[in-house]
């Protein structure tokens, strides 16, 4: 599975995420991290999940500060960013690229694809998602691109969407931990902690080894007053990613 990089955009409360947490990519690749309550940004945007990118073959993981959330309250989710393997100049590269490919072949769905991820991580987002659009109007079936688009939207706090995109993802790709666990942390921006605890147990049962999706699933347990399950949660992910002992303090009464 491709490896992503999640930064997840901060609803009102902090959750984690934010750095790179496992490693995960923009679809590039989610996987780790941990968001704060005004905005995660990156898998590790806090701390978040890792995650691959595809078109790099990079892999980051998103590690975010500890999340400030309680019981009840909004905490912050990681968004997904490619792992740095590339910088500005790369990405300019890459638009460039698909502006020459786009020209001799308009309809060329792979070029606005790598043309939408590059804007992305540029930060521009909405011209990011015309070309996502376009992609997937000609590819209705590319689970990549509802997954990277997925991320986008977490990006610009369309939360709502965003879930719509990744679950559309896991429709073409049912095995994808990292949209899982997008689509998880998405219902945690909107409070729904509850609904959120099932995305995240599908993640670690594809992946055991998976911190990010322990220690929001942890957290998720905290915010709907199950301490016990937040708790075992919480020490797994520590186990896994020291990182995450931010969370067990915080959440599982360690401070």
């Known amino acids: 599975m491709k490896n992503r990089i999640l930064y997840f955009v901060a609803a009102t409360a902090t959750v984690l995420l934010t750095t790179q947490c496992a490693s995960t990519a923009e679809k590039d690749t989610p996987g780790s991290g941990r968001a704060t309550a005004t905005e995660v940004s990156t898998p590790r945007v806090p701390t978040a999940p890792a995650v691959t990118d595809a078109s790099t073959g990079a892999t980051a993981s998103a590690v975010a500060s500890a999340p400030a959330t309680s019981p009840g309250t909004a905490a912050t989710m990681p968004v997904?960013?490619?792992?740095?393997?590339?910088?500005?100049?790369?990405?300019?590269?890459?638009?460039?690229?698909?502006?020459?490919?786009?020209?001799?072949?308009?309809?060329?769905?792979?070029?606005?694809?790598l043309r939408a991820k590059a804007k992305s991580h540029l930060k521009d987002y909405r011209e990011a998602l015309v070309d996502y659009n376009a992609a997937l109007r000609l590819k209705p079936t590319n689970a990549e691109a509802y997954y990277s688009r997925g991320l986008t939207r977490l990006k610009l706090k369309e939360y709502t969407p965003a879930i719509s995109d990744f679950t559309k993802a896991l429709k073409y790709r049912p095995d994808d931990k990292e949209a899982y666990f997008g689509r998880g942390a998405a219902k945690m921006q909107l409070f729904n902690f509850?609904?959120?605890?099932?995305?995240?147990?599908?993640?670690?049962?594809?992946?055991?080894?998976?911190?990010?999706?322990?220690?929001?699933?942890?957290?998720?347990?905290?915010?709907?007053?199950?301490?016990k399950e937040a708790q075992t949660d919480l020490e797994k992910a520590t186990k896994l990613n020291p990182e995450a002992n931010k969370s067990l303090r915080r959440y599982a009464g360690k401070e």
């Open 80 to 113: 997904v960013e490619p792992a740095a393997r590339k910088n500005n100049a790369d990405y300019k590269a890459d638009i460039r690229t698909a502006d020459v490919a786009l020209k001799a072949k308009p309809r060329d769905a792979d070029a606005l694809l």
């Open 194 to 227: 509850k609904g959120a605890i099932p995305d995240f147990t599908r993640a670690i049962s594809i992946d055991s080894s998976y911190a990010d999706a322990w220690e929001y699933r942890g957290i998720s347990y905290s915010s709907i007053n199950k301490p």
